[in-house]
């Protein structure tokens, strides 16, 4: 849910009537807190995205296997080169699971069970292992315990 940051003002310019019910006094103490928790993650938000120490957004996610160079930078050629062909942590993981699996191979979801990892987590790192051609698709699924639905069984490629 979305709320606007008109909507966010009003609460926050709020006076409250000396008739008000209690419950009422109550309820508007409560909001008026949780508008300044919104404020104060929205600021914590920004400083983590902003700024000399945000981390950059890759194309293959945050990983070393998709770190590249500045242009014109020998020393950033250099790190590049060194860090090329590493996993990051998370796809190491999640690779140690696939390769856990063996022959019978494991799925997205199976994947975040096992390592109690959110969905939006998981399924960027396998893609990535894909890419960097350490996974693939057997051509085979399973049906998801959540969904019911048929989802694809994955495979460490030896």
Same mark, same amino acid.
């Given at each position: 849910?979305?709320?606007?940051? *008109?909507?966010?003002?009003?609460?926050?310019? !709020?006076? %409250?009537?000396?008739?008000?019910?209690?419950?009422?006094?109550?309820?508007?103490?409560?909001?008026?807190? %949780?508008?300044? &928790?919104?404020?104060?993650?929205?600021?914590?938000?920004?400083?983590?995205?902003? @700024?000399?120490?945000?981390?950059?957004?890759? *194309? !293959?996610? &945050?990983?070393?296997?998709?770190?590249?160079?500045?242009?014109?930078?020998?020393?950033?050629?250099?790190?590049?080169?060194?860090?090329?062909?590493?996993?990051?942590?998370?796809? *190491?993981?999640?690779?140690?699971?696939?390769?856990?699996?063996?022959?019978?191979?494991?799925?997205?979801? *199976?994947?975040?069970?096992?390592?109690?990892?959110?969905?939006?987590?998981?399924?960027?790192?396998?893609?990535?292992?894909? %890419?960097?051609?350490?996974?693939?698709?057997? @051509?085979?699924?399973?049906?998801?315990?959540?969904?019911?639905?048929?989802?694809?069984? !994955?495979?460490?490629?030896?």
């Amino acid at each position: 849910m979305r709320v606007s940051e *008109e909507k966010l003002k009003q609460i926050e310019a !709020w006076k %409250l009537r000396a008739d008000e019910t209690p419950r009422i006094v109550q309820a508007a103490q409560l909001t008026k807190q %949780l508008v300044a &928790d919104i404020r104060d993650l929205q600021a914590k938000l920004v400083a983590a995205t902003t @700024g000399p120490f945000a981390r950059r957004h890759r *194309e !293959w996610g &945050d990983t070393p296997e998709a770190a590249g160079a500045a242009q014109g930078s020998a020393t950033s050629a250099q790190s590049a080169q060194a860090l090329s062909g590493k996993l990051g942590e998370l796809q *190491e993981r999640v690779l140690q699971v696939i390769q856990k699996a063996g022959d019978n191979g494991a799925t997205d979801e *199976e994947i975040e069970v096992s390592l109690e990892m959110a969905r939006h987590t998981v399924t960027p790192r396998r893609r990535e292992l894909v %890419l960097g051609g350490r996974v693939r698709d057997t @051509g085979r699924t399973r049906i998801a315990a959540r969904t019911g639905r048929s989802i694809t069984v !994955w495979a460490a490629i030896q």
